[in-house]
């Protein structure tokens, strides 16, 4: 019986021909269907896959987004996660989101000609509307001031779908704006492509100022929701290590976790 420590042989699949002559991506594991494919990769981290494991699914049935949200991903849409092994302290392991998220809004860029804003920390916007999510998770442990692994999950919404009535006003797909018609596996190459370049730079984030000028909530008044409750803020920047810099009576502060909404 197969496990998620088996490493799987290559295949000729169409995903797999788009993927091979990517230096980053070592092994791929196709699903038709999982619950969640950070899941299947961190169960693959653990029993020693190497960076580079990629994992992906056509749907997911327990998609995960952050803050312990669900992540809706039906069938027609892009769902993966790589595994990693940054050589990088847990402190800023935002850099990781943040080069993911880079990475992500390049290759949409590049394959369908749409054009895209990044949302603090991990979404992708498109036309006002969320096509994509991006969720960090990492195995630590006390033998290391590195984390054993980093598990990048990357959701993108390709087809137009039937979503939840409480998702319609924000959830948008590519479909509905791209200049050309999208291959999903042409996509998904090219997101590992556009992270293979950033990742080998991700201890100086020379890709911040990237990241920043793709903000859209530079200058914006946002309403930031804190265990503490909600509160109105200005930003004012992103720093070097991804902290979302604001400004709220008078004062200046930096976010390093947590989650802002803004009106479009």
Known sequence: MKTACNKQPQSTT???????????????????????????????????????????????????GRLGRSFFSPEGGIYMSMVLRPQIVAERALLITTCGAVAVARAIEKVSGCTTGIKWVNDIF???RKVCGILAESGLSGASEYPDYVVLGIGINVKKQSVPEELK??????????????????LIAAVWEEFADLYRNLSTAVYMKEYKERSILMGREVTVLAAE????????????????????????????????????
């Open 14 to 64: 169409d995903l797999w021909k788009y993927l091979q002559t990517n230096r980053f991506v070592q092994e791929v594991k196709e699903l038709s269907e999982t619950d969640s494919t950070n899941r299947v990769a961190k169960e693959m981290a653990v029993c020693g896959a190497p960076e580079g494991t990629l994992v992906v699914a056509k749907r997911q049935s327990k998609g995960k």
């Open 126 to 128: 498109v036309n006002g």
């Open 169 to 186: 006003a924000i959830v948008g797909c590519l479909e509905n704006t791209a200049q050309r018609p999208i291959l999903n596996e042409e």
């Open 229 to 264: 409750g909600e509160y109105r803020a200005v930003v004012t920047d992103i720093d070097k290590d991804g902290h979302l810099m604001i400004e709220r009576d008078g004062r200046v502060e930096s976010l390093s976790s947590g989650e802002v909404s803004v009106r479009l």
